[in-house]
């Protein structure tokens, strides 16, 4: 995956969480949004450096595309 496949996979994962907030009465979507965008920090940065490497961002990607009917 490239990295303008990374960034749509990362934008859509975070609208369909948000859009799934408001419809159940959740959170405001900046709240969300911001969870979310830790959650996905924690789950890439494996090394727990406090920072996402090459490596890093590009395990990420592949794990994102797997769970997306990607290869």
Do not use: W, Y
Not at 29 to 35: H, L, M, N, T, Y
């Amino acid at each position: 995956m490239n990295r303008t496949g990374f960034k749509v996979t990362i934008i859509l994962a975070l609208a369909v969480v948000v859009l799934a907030s408001q419809a159940t009465g959740g959170p405001p979507k900046s709240e969300v949004a911001e969870q979310m965008q830790e959650r996905m920090l924690q789950r890439a940065d494996t090394n727990r450096d406090g920072a996402i490497d090459k490596e890093e961002a590009k395990r990420f990607a592949e794990q994102m595309g797997q769970g997306r009917g990607g290869r």
